[in-house]
Each structure stands twice: as C-alpha cells, then as structure tokens.
C-alpha cells in the first residue's frame, strides 16, 4: 500500500474555515481611525488584528455573500467566498475572477 501512496504525491493544503465559521470584522487602529473591513474565522480574525497592531472594533452580522465579495479576506487556504469561474486540474486550484 505504501507503493501506491508514492504513485501520488500529496502536499499537504492549508485547512480553510468553511463558509458556516466565516465571521465578519471592523478591524480599527488603537486610535480608533482608518477602519479596515476584513473576513475569516474568529481565530484568524483576532490574530489578524494583534500582529497588524490593531484591534477588532466590532463584529458584523447579516453581511450578504455578494458584499462579502468586495471585503478583504484573510484567512488561511481558499476563500469561500471567490468568484470560482471553473476549476484547474493540473494544478488542483480553482480559478478565480477578481476583477469585479
């Protein structure tokens, strides 16, 4: 069995946050100006906020996927919620259309 495995090299993908455990924040610098509108999980929200030396002001509900569109994503692997126009198989990544 471990022949075949060989057959088929696997790189290990970076886990994404699946569209369910998106949270949406108003990321502030501690002065409290230039607002910086970002999305991914919790964790990845928070961490985002200390090493840039900001904080999270608040978090959003209700943020409609088409808006969603047009904030920054800053999570680890895929972002849910890309403008997937197909998929490339020899390199097993979708291909996305960010020109919006």
Request: aromatic share 12%; charged share 30%.
């Given at each position: 069995?471990?022949?075949?495995?060989?057959?088929?090299?696997?790189?290990?993908?970076?886990?994404?946050?699946?569209i369910?455990?998106?949270?949406?924040a108003?990321?502030?610098?501690?002065?409290?100006?230039?607002?910086?509108?970002?999305?991914?999980?919790?964790?990845?929200?928070?961490?985002?906020?200390?090493?840039?030396?900001?904080?999270?002001?608040?978090y959003?509900?209700?943020?409609?996927?088409h808006?969603?569109?047009?904030?920054?994503?800053i999570?680890?692997?895929?972002?849910?919620?890309?403008?997937?126009?197909?998929?490339?198989y020899?390199?097993?990544e979708?291909i996305?259309?960010?020109?919006?």
């Amino acid at each position: 069995m471990e022949n075949q495995l060989e057959l088929f090299p696997t790189q290990p993908k970076k886990v994404a946050g699946h569209i369910d455990q998106m949270e949406f924040a108003r990321v502030v610098k501690e002065d409290g100006g230039s607002a910086e509108y970002v999305y991914g999980t919790y964790e990845e929200c928070e961490e985002y906020a200390n090493t840039k030396g900001k904080w999270v002001d608040r978090y959003l509900d209700h943020v409609a996927p088409h808006v969603a569109q047009g904030l920054k994503y800053i999570g680890e692997g895929h972002d849910p919620y890309a403008k997937n126009i197909g998929f490339n198989y020899e390199t097993h990544e979708p291909i996305v259309d960010d020109s919006f």
